[in-house]
């Protein structure tokens, strides 16, 4: 389909257009056109596309100069200087030196090396078109002008001017804070002897205090680790099956009004999540609606300890999270469930197989092959739940030496080292190793379920 | 005789009451919080305690007062900064998912495969971690105060939009790929393809990227809160309401809480269950790739 309308001659498709093959294959211009972007454009006529990588060339390389090259510099050290107090003789007043700032320093740093990058790419892409129009030329044709070029972005080459926007918020607002943030794994950045204007560079060190189990940290890390795990295995594995379970019974013959029971619980995931959790949480404090209530029945004498007890917490957020999670899972299912072959039913009815030995055999292995991607994203979400532990329990019931309670998972952990307690450099530790975490579960579950690679499978 | 051929064994229609029985007080338990606010937030007395489960008299004053009284919190301004920044989002986040999802989708170029491991890796890190850089960033730029603020909303729930492409290419996926082939035989480009066959093709799931991207805002409540800080002015609803909570105003605002709990709650809702049936696709389409 793509040779439909492919513009670019025969001969020159099948040419390799490599960087190595233009610097090895191509002439002096082509080879220049690395030092000066646009040479090898401008030599063959393509006076638009080579102006365009030479300005872009220009720009990149008087950004450098007047400032990318101290920024890397810097870089090194994040700044030494602190600030200075001097008294000037002149005014009789104390004068204030502006010190360095490391965090300033960093992410200039940072942006820095991303142009060092979009250079280097310029210069490739300089490179490979220029060997183009050259391979053009050898073959006595001419090689397409500006407004060939602007009709192919809006054709063949379509994906180039639709992802590029999209890549550079991507690029801009997710990888760089990225970077940013995991680049202060690596220092001293911390309130922690004063080290918010000022940090270092300390290698390893905050991984080590992280990982020792002997420290307060490392004590902390561990015990919020294990319980982060096992709520992201209990979340998942409660919603999934009570969801299920609720959705074969909605979807069971005998069973009247379905539209009406599943509307009943889709009104809730209709709810936005923060407004129904802040609810929750306000029905079950001490004198909240729910201890109110069993308290006017007779039925206890003091409130329950919903959020001040570490067992009782731990078992109010898991039934909260099943509140809130099991309508959506309904959803999501009952279309799938609807769409198990009725066939294997039959069969299995016929082998005289019970409900029970049917659901065992026949809909949970349907169903998992078929919603393990849904289950491994479930799972994730589940780990990096913060909606359902900061608005509810907000990590309580909390030790007075620690600085996560017994509910925090490692995602409210962050918030709370960082943006209560100011600890930046233990904060990004923390977020890498979820990401650790995640990438080597969804890593092993995506290998084992393999419908990754069945991608086109429909078409 | 004949009439007992056709009625069900005993047990088992109790089996059926039963069912039914269990799923009325599922419903229950479900609705009940909802209809708690609901009730609360029509509740006569103040405060954020109630000596009774639901209140015992009622009146709109809770409603009123989140209109009227601009003492501690603005509501209507909190309204309004919402919906800035959810339409701006839903147009760039709408423009970003269909662009992404129809070069996955239909273009076929070497980066391809990498482009698409590469954005699962990064939904792998805790969008948290990035939003935490982001509000250094911008108050490095002095953006985290002043009208800024809404540019800098704009640009983290906007910015990385592209990468949530899975729904829309999955539903680009099933149009058959001979109408782009007949279209370009007839001399059409690849962009003519996308806004002249694609796009009006698939217009059920260009409103629904439009409509939950709309909605996002509405619904978040951890971004704004960390750009937000102590900047009133600025405040989403999500952030609003929560403070609304905190010790020193629950007393006087819990029941308006509860008020704009339904006011907010209304719309999203209805939003929500005109899109819900697109939901189905997004486990579908996953399983797609």
């Given at each position: 389909?793509?040779?439909?309308?492919?513009?670019?001659?025969?001969?020159?498709?099948?040419?390799?257009?490599?960087?190595?093959?233009?610097?090895?294959?191509?002439?002096?211009?082509?080879k220049?056109?690395?030092?000066?972007?646009?040479?090898?454009?401008?030599?063959?006529?393509?006076?638009?596309?080579?102006?365009?990588?030479?300005?872009?060339e220009?720009?990149?390389?008087?950004?450098?100069?007047?400032?990318?090259?101290?920024?890397?510099?810097?870089?090194?050290?994040?700044?030494?200087?602190?600030?200075?107090?001097?008294?000037?003789?002149?005014?009789?007043?104390?004068?204030?030196?502006?010190?360095?700032?490391?965090?300033?320093?960093?992410?200039?740093?940072?942006?820095?090396?991303?142009?060092?990058?979009?250079?280097?790419l310029?210069?490739?892409?300089?490179?490979?078109?220029?060997?183009l129009?050259?391979?053009?030329?050898r073959?006595?044709?001419?090689?397409?002008?500006?407004?060939?070029?602007?009709?192919?972005?809006?054709?063949?080459?379509?994906?180039?001017?639709?992802?590029s926007?999209?890549?550079?918020?991507?690029?801009?607002?997710?990888?760089?804070?990225?970077?940013?943030?995991?680049?202060?794994?690596?220092?001293?950045?911390?309130?922690?002897?004063?080290?918010?204007?000022?940090?270092?560079?300390v290698?390893?060190?905050?991984?080590?205090?992280?990982?020792?189990?002997?420290?307060?940290?490392?004590?902390?890390?561990?015990?919020?680790?294990g319980?982060?795990?096992?709520?992201?295995?209990?979340?998942?594995?409660?919603?999934?099956?009570?969801?299920?379970?609720?959705?074969?019974?909605?979807?069971?013959?005998?069973?009247?009004i379905?539209?009406?029971?599943?509307?009943?619980?889709?009104?809730?995931?209709?709810?936005?999540?923060?407004?129904?959790?802040?609810?929750?949480?306000?029905?079950?404090?001490?004198?909240?609606?729910?201890?109110?209530?069993?308290?006017?029945?007779?039925?206890?004498?003091?409130?329950?300890?919903?959020?001040?007890d570490?067992?009782?917490?731990?078992?109010?957020?898991?039934?909260?999270?099943?509140?809130?999670?099991?309508?959506?899972?309904?959803?999501?299912?009952?279309?799938?469930?609807?769409?198990?072959?009725?066939?294997?039913?039959?069969?299995?009815?016929?082998?005289?197989?019970?409900?029970?030995?049917?659901?065992?055999?026949?809909?949970?292995?349907?169903?998992?092959?078929?919603?393990?991607?849904?289950?491994?994203?479930?799972?994730?979400?589940?780990i990096?739940?913060?909606n359902?532990?900061?608005l509810?329990?907000?990590?309580l019931?909390?030790?007075?030496?620690?600085?996560?309670?017994?509910?925090?998972?490692?995602?409210?952990?962050?918030?709370?080292?960082?943006?209560?307690?100011?600890?930046?450099?233990?904060?990004?530790?923390?977020?890498?190793?979820?990401?650790?975490?995640?990438?080597?579960?969804?890593?092993?579950?995506?290998?084992?379920?393999?419908?990754?690679?069945?991608?086109?499978?429909?078409? | 005789?004949?009439?007992?051929?056709?009625?069900?064994?005993?047990?088992?229609?109790?089996?059926?009451?039963?069912?039914?029985?269990?799923?009325?007080?599922?419903?229950?338990?479900?609705?009940l919080?909802?209809?708690?606010?609901?009730?609360?937030?029509?509740?006569?007395?103040?405060?954020?305690?109630?000596s009774?489960?639901?209140?015992?008299?009622?009146?709109?004053?809770?409603?009123?007062?989140?209109?009227?009284?601009?003492?501690?919190?603005?509501?209507?301004?909190?309204?309004?900064?919402?919906?800035?920044?959810?339409?701006?989002?839903?147009?760039?986040?709408?423009?970003?998912?269909?662009?992404?999802?129809?070069?996955f989708?239909?273009?076929?170029?070497?980066?391809?495969?990498?482009?698409?491991?590469?954005?699962?890796?990064?939904?792998?890190?805790?969008?948290?971690?990035?939003?935490?850089?982001?509000?250094?960033?911008?108050?490095?730029?002095?953006?985290?105060?002043?009208?800024?603020?809404?540019?800098?909303?704009?640009?983290?729930?906007?910015?990385?939009?592209?990468?949530?492409?899975?729904?829309?290419?999955?539903?680009?996926?099933?149009?058959?790929?001979?109408?782009?082939?007949?279209?370009?035989?007839?001399?059409?480009?690849?962009?003519?393809?996308?806004?002249?066959?694609?796009?009006?093709?698939?217009?059920?799931?260009?409103?629904?990227?439009?409509?939950?991207?709309?909605?996002?805002?509405?619904?978040?409540?951890?971004?704004?809160?960390?750009?937000?800080?102590?900047?009133?002015?600025?405040?989403?609803?999500?952030?609003?309401?929560?403070?609304?909570?905190?010790?020193?105003?629950?007393?006087?605002?819990?029941?308006?809480?509860?008020?704009?709990?339904?006011?907010?709650?209304?719309?999203?809702?209805?939003?929500?269950?005109?899109?819900?049936?697109y939901?189905?696709?997004?486990?579908?389409?996953?399983?797609?790739?």
């Amino acid at each position: 389909m793509d040779k439909l309308t492919d513009t670019t001659p025969r001969p020159i498709q099948q040419e390799p257009i490599t960087c190595r093959a233009a610097l090895r294959g191509g002439s002096v211009a082509v080879k220049l056109s690395v030092l000066i972007g646009g040479l090898g454009c401008l030599v063959r006529g393509q006076l638009v596309k080579g102006a365009l990588y030479l300005a872009a060339e220009l720009f990149l390389l008087a950004y450098m100069a007047q400032s990318g090259l101290t920024n890397l510099s810097r870089l090194v050290t994040l700044g030494e200087m602190e600030q200075q107090k001097i008294w000037n003789e002149a005014t009789s007043m104390f004068e204030y030196i502006d010190g360095d700032r490391s965090l300033v320093i960093l992410l200039y740093g940072i942006v820095t090396v991303a142009f060092v990058l979009a250079l280097v790419l310029l210069m490739r892409l300089s490179l490979k078109s220029a060997y183009l129009a050259e391979l053009y030329a050898r073959r006595g044709m001419k090689a397409p002008g500006i407004v060939q070029d602007v009709r192919e972005l809006l054709d063949q080459r379509l994906h180039i001017s639709l992802l590029s926007l999209p890549i550079l918020g991507v690029l801009t607002f997710t990888v760089l804070p990225l970077v940013f943030m995991s680049c202060m794994a690596f220092t001293n950045y911390s309130i922690l002897d004063n080290k918010l204007v000022l940090f270092d560079w300390v290698g390893l060190d905050n991984f080590r205090r992280v990982f020792n189990l002997g420290g307060s940290l490392g004590k902390t890390f561990w015990s919020v680790l294990g319980w982060t795990l096992s709520w992201a295995v209990i979340a998942t594995a409660s919603n999934y099956f009570l969801g299920m379970l609720l959705s074969l019974l909605i979807n069971w013959k005998e069973i009247r009004i379905k539209k009406f029971w599943r509307f009943c619980f889709v009104l809730t995931v209709a709810v936005p999540h923060f407004v129904t959790l802040l609810i929750i949480r306000q029905m079950l404090q001490p004198n909240g609606a729910v201890n109110v209530a069993l308290q006017n029945m007779g039925l206890i004498d003091a409130a329950l300890p919903f959020f001040t007890d570490v067992t009782w917490s731990r078992v109010t957020v898991i039934l909260i999270n099943i509140w809130v999670s099991v309508p959506y899972v309904l959803l999501q299912l009952t279309g799938i469930l609807q769409n198990i072959p009725a066939e294997l039913y039959e069969s299995a009815r016929v082998d005289g197989a019970g409900p029970l030995v049917t659901f065992a055999k026949i809909t949970l292995p349907y169903m998992l092959f078929v919603t393990m991607p849904y289950l491994i994203t479930s799972f994730t979400g589940n780990i990096n739940n913060f909606n359902v532990i900061f608005l509810t329990s907000q990590g309580l019931p909390r030790a007075v030496e620690s600085t996560a309670g017994s509910t925090d998972l490692l995602i409210t952990w962050l918030y709370k080292l960082t943006i209560d307690n100011q600890y930046y450099d233990i904060g990004a530790v923390i977020g890498i190793l979820t990401f650790a975490a995640l990438s080597v579960v969804s890593l092993v579950t995506f290998r084992f379920s393999g419908s990754y690679k069945n991608e086109e499978g429909f078409q | 005789m004949s009439t007992i051929k056709h009625k069900k064994p005993l047990h088992k229609r109790v089996v059926i009451v039963l069912a039914h029985v269990f799923l009325a007080v599922l419903a229950a338990i479900w609705l009940l919080p909802i209809l708690w606010v609901a009730l609360t937030s029509f509740r006569q007395t103040q405060g954020s305690y109630c000596s009774t489960f639901f209140p015992t008299s009622y009146s709109v004053r809770n409603y009123v007062k989140l209109f009227t009284d601009f003492s501690v919190f603005n509501f209507p301004q909190m309204l309004l900064n919402t919906l800035l920044v959810a339409v701006a989002n839903c147009l760039i986040s709408t423009f970003f998912v269909v662009a992404v999802a129809y070069a996955f989708s239909r273009m076929r170029f070497k980066s391809r495969k990498r482009l698409m491991s590469v954005s699962m890796i990064i939904n792998l890190f805790p969008g948290f971690m990035s939003m935490i850089a982001c509000y250094y960033i911008f108050k490095m730029l002095g953006w985290t105060n002043g009208p800024m603020l809404r540019v800098a909303l704009i640009a983290v729930y906007a910015g990385g939009a592209g990468m949530g492409y899975h729904i829309a290419k999955g539903y680009f996926d099933t149009i058959s790929l001979s109408l782009d082939e007949a279209a370009m035989l007839d001399g059409a480009t690849k962009s003519q393809v996308l806004t002249k066959i694609i796009m009006p093709l698939s217009k059920p799931i260009v409103v629904y990227t439009l409509l939950t991207s709309f909605a996002g805002p509405f619904k978040d409540f951890m971004l704004a809160k960390v750009l937000c800080g102590p900047n009133k002015d600025y405040y989403t609803v999500a952030v609003g309401m929560y403070q609304m909570l905190e010790k020193e105003y629950i007393d006087e605002w819990f029941c308006s809480f509860a008020a704009a709990a339904v006011i907010i709650s209304i719309p999203i809702a209805a939003l929500f269950l005109f899109t819900q049936k697109y939901y189905s696709v997004s486990t579908s389409g996953a399983v797609k790739g």
